[in-house]
């Protein structure tokens, strides 16, 4: 059983920064991939990106290449999504996800979620 609790989510003009984070609970928490997700209103959950449970292989989606980084820190239970050059287009709910499964990036393939931090762009 693994807990997640994202945070640093909130409002900032486009062209600026924000860092999330998501702290999970448990002993096992290298042992998962884990991945970032958003919502926006009326629009399904997206895949964001994504991190093996080494940290070695990542992906993104198209539309956040080149301007986020995801990235873990296993010794503190950490997940992390650097976001620069914010859009308002990147206006969601972001989630964290951790599954067992090699590099997953569909909402199926993860086991345990977390309950969302709100991101706002304004133009």
């Known amino acids: 059983q693994v807990q997640l609790v994202e945070s640093g989510g909130g409002l900032v003009q486009a062209g600026g920064s924000l860092r999330l984070s998501c702290a999970a609970s448990?002993?096992?928490?290298?042992?998962?991939?884990m991945g970032w997700f958003r919502q926006a209103p009326g629009k399904e959950r997206e895949f964001v990106s994504g991190?093996?449970?080494?940290?070695?292989?990542?992906s993104y989606a198209d539309s956040v290449k080149g301007r986020f980084t995801i990235a873990r820190d296993n010794a503190k239970n950490t997940l992390y999504l650097q976001m620069d050059s914010l859009r308002p287009e990147d206006t969601a709910v972001y989630y964290c996800a951790a599954g067992r499964l090699s590099s997953p990036t569909r909402v199926g393939q993860y086991d345990y979620w977390g309950q969302g931090t709100q991101v706002t762009v304004s133009s």
């Open positions: 448990g002993r096992t928490f290298s042992s998962y991939s």
């Open positions: 991190i093996s449970w080494s940290g070695a292989r990542t």
